[in-house]
């Protein structure tokens, strides 16, 4: 078990274009969560997964963010024409059980030249 | 609607001092209760737990209490170690989904 995984650790792109991440979560964990954290604040809540379902959005959710978890395995998280606003640290996290607390991955920093 | 409040940052302390970092939460019922750690660079990292009233979590040395009365979990250890600085957050299960609800953490800086 290698833990949750991120790719990419960073990401620079250009005001306008699109982009993707992925995240793979621990193999057993049913529920993924992504999370964006911005310099000196705490992580703030986008959505979550069971299995292959997407179950809750964030109003902080624009319609620019989809995300998808298909066959409730890896997840990626879209972000249509980019804005500099974008710019933070993407995290995923996975879980087992409820109320046990997450495992997180070590995220993707957006920066939005 | 649900909420947390930490002590505002950053905490320099001296090798060896006594760390305490308030937390107090706002939530409906008696959530879960979870303090994460966040070293430069990385992602967070599950420090501690504790799922109902007086139950407490610790690990590394680090303790927190929960007290229902009072909707709070304060972090505690007795002597920190330089290796200690990071950021700390605390962080409530609340509402539906097992979502976890960050305040804006509280950075230690321990020096020598």
């Known amino acids: 078990d290698t833990g949750v995984s991120q790719n990419p650790r960073h990401k620079i792109t250009k005001r306008g274009q699109n982009v993707t991440f992925r995240c793979d979560p621990i193999s057993e964990h049913n529920r993924l969560y992504w999370y964006r954290q911005t310099l000196g604040q705490g992580p703030e809540f986008l959505t979550y997964f069971q299995n292959e379902a997407q179950l809750e959005k964030s109003r902080l959710l624009s319609d620019r963010f989809s995300a998808e978890r298909p066959k409730g395995s890896f997840s990626t998280l879209e972000i249509q024409r980019t804005e500099q606003g974008d710019s933070a640290m993407y995290l995923c996290a996975s879980s087992l059980v409820e109320g046990g607390g997450y495992t997180f991955g070590s995220g993707t920093r957006l920066t939005v030249v | 609607g649900d909420s947390v409040t930490q002590m505002e940052g950053p905490v320099t302390l001296s090798e060896e001092a006594f760390l305490t970092i308030n937390c107090t939460y706002t939530?409906?019922?008696?959530?879960?209760l979870f303090w994460y750690v966040q070293y430069p660079g990385e992602g967070l990292q599950l420090l501690l737990k504790?799922?109902?009233?007086?139950d407490k979590g610790s690990n590394k040395g680090f303790e927190a209490t929960y007290r229902k009365e009072t909707t709070s979990f304060h972090l505690e250890k007795g002597s920190v170690q330089v290796s200690d600085s990071a950021v700390y957050f605390c962080?409530?299960?609340?509402?539906?989904?097992?979502?976890?609800?960050f305040g804006t953490g509280t950075q230690l800086k321990v020096e020598l």
């Open positions: 939530a409906t019922g008696y959530p879960s």
């Open positions: 962080a409530p299960i609340t509402g539906g989904g097992n979502k976890l609800t």
């Open positions: 504790a799922t109902k009233a007086d």
